[in-house]
């Protein structure tokens, strides 16, 4: 008997995934005109749902494209989505494309966007990594400057994120550490990073070219609770080498350990205590709150 496929959600309908198709006409592909938010569910519940939809939103209204849902209706189509596929712990990614239109830029040519939710699973960084840390490497490609794209937008076009993930990679990193273009630390390829020196916490801020990252505010959320000072501030990699602890924050990352940045130990070269309790208060919180799915 085949495997059962994963149900799509594709402009209205639920589909299996192999009938799950869109045009070659749609701006999505043609140039990357689109946004999208990862999600993840925890124990049955879709965490900070609310938040990720509100981010989606903004990202669509930044560019100009017309949402076709209003966002009550976009949560309930996600919450189907999980639930038609039974997934408990899972990874949502809801993508909306400009849809398509004629070749050419001219976004106006595309009179419907295009909703595809799909459930399923993420496995971002192999399983030992979360247990001792990441390792890091510092990424010639810059982020672009606000000016040019803000990267508060998550839209399709992610390419200056994949030519950093692939000098990562390629350096032999599990993560690159992307600059802004003033020298000064902003993001990972796809998560916010931390810093504990002295008992207290630091993170560039967004306007260093940050995303403003959901589990970035929750660490900081929990860190308020664990007594921790988080502040936002400048930072460059001199910060990180000396710093005594790094993390790294992001819907697929979770919260992740990281310590080696250009084959420096950072601290001690193992998580540090601090992270480990924060990756642990993560746990919990991510485990017992969040938009209930209610199952077939
Ligand atoms: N910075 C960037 C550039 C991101 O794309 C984050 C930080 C972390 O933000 P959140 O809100 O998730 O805490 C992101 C999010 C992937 C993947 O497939 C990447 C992200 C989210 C989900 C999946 O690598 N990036």
Redesign the pocket.
């Known amino acids: 008997m085949a495997a059962t496929q994963t149900l799509i959600y594709l402009d209205g309908k639920l589909v299996p995934e192999s009938e799950a198709k869109i045009s070659v006409f749609d701006h999505g592909l043609l140039y990357g005109d689109g946004v999208f938010e990862?999600i993840r569910i925890y124990n049955g519940r879709v965490f900070k749902l609310t938040e990720?939809l509100t981010?989606l939103y903004e990202s669509a209204r930044s560019i100009l494209l017309t949402m076709p849902l209003i966002m009550q209706e976009m949560e309930q189509a996600t919450l189907q989505t999980v639930a038609a596929n039974g997934l408990r712990d899972g990874y949502i990614r809801l993508v909306v494309t400009r849809g398509v239109g004629s070749l050419g830029l001219n976004p106006y040519q595309c009179p419907k966007a295009s909703v595809i939710i799909i459930a399923g699973t993420?496995k971002?960084y192999p399983e030992k990594v979360y247990g001792e840390g990441l390792t890091l490497i510092t990424c010639a490609t810059r982020r672009p400057s606000p000016a040019a794209l803000s990267?508060q937008v998550?839209s399709l076009n992610?390419l200056n994120?994949i030519m950093a993930k692939i000098e990562a990679i390629q350096g032999g990193a599990e993560e690159g550490v992307m600059l802004n273009e003033q020298g000064y630390v902003a993001?990972?390829?796809?998560?916010?990073l931390f810093i504990v020196k002295g008992g207290e916490v630091f993170t560039p801020p967004i306007s260093a070219g940050?995303?403003d990252?959901?589990?970035?505010r929750v660490a900081i959320d929990l860190l308020k609770e664990m007594g921790v000072v988080c502040q936002e501030a400048s930072l460059t990699r001199h910060d990180i080498f000396t710093a005594d602890e790094c993390f790294l924050?992001?819907?697929?990352a979770e919260v992740i350990a990281a310590v080696e940045l250009d084959r420096r130990s950072i601290g001690d070269g193992k998580p540090g205590l601090l992270t480990q309790k924060l990756v642990e208060k993560f746990k919990v919180l991510a485990n017992s709150t969040g938009t209930a799915v209610t199952y077939p």
């Open positions: 990862g990720h981010r993420i971002l990267p998550k992610y994120n993001e990972c390829t796809g998560d916010n940050a995303l990252g959901i589990t970035r924050t992001g819907t697929a």
